[in-house]
């Protein structure tokens, strides 16, 4: 049971506050403890609504709620789309990762071919060549050797 003072009531009917005051003397509205209740005012006046500014209050609430709704789903639309973006830049870092894990074996390949043939030459040159050569085999080993 909601209590209400006579000047709420008085706001809540559109009325004023003696012709309130005059219904509760004549015994149409009943009061509590100096208050006016929600369920004689309900008696008295059938016709009127006494829930307009709880109405007005769970209007806002179902607004508010909406309003949150409608950002959480533009949220998790922000957050798919960006997703799908880094999916994309993943998949398209890994394909030219393996491209060039491809072109690095190639030159593993083309290191290990070079110093091959250098040791085949170095048996067939003559001896004042045979110290550049080996500073030439020595360079690709470690350059080889840094992959």
């Known amino acids: ?3 209400l003072s006579v000047s709420q009531a008085a ?7 003696a012709q309130i005051q ?13 208050y006016v209740t929600t369920d004689s005012i309900r008696l008295a006046y059938p016709k009127i609504n006494l829930h307009l500014e709880q109405d007005k209050h769970i209007q806002k609430m179902q607004q508010i709620k909406a309003n949150a709704m409608f950002k959480t789903c533009a949220a998790d639309t922000v957050k798919q789309e960006n997703e799908q973006m880094l999916i994309s830049i993943i998949t398209s870092l890994k394909s ?5 894990e491809l072109k690095n074996e190639h030159y593993v390949m083309v290191f290990e071919e070079l ?19 080996h500073k030439l085999q020595y360079w690709i080993r470690n350059q080889s050797s840094l992959n």
């Open 1 to 3: 049971m909601i209590k």
């Open 115 to 133: 110093d091959s043939r250098l040791y085949v030459l170095e048996k067939c040159c003559h001896a004042q060549d045979k110290e550049p050569l």
């Open 96 to 100: 030219k990762l393996y491209k060039e």
């Open 11 to 17: 706001r809540k009917l559109g009325v004023s506050r």
């Open 22 to 34: 005059v219904q509760i003397n004549s015994g149409k509205l009943q009061t509590h403890e100096g």
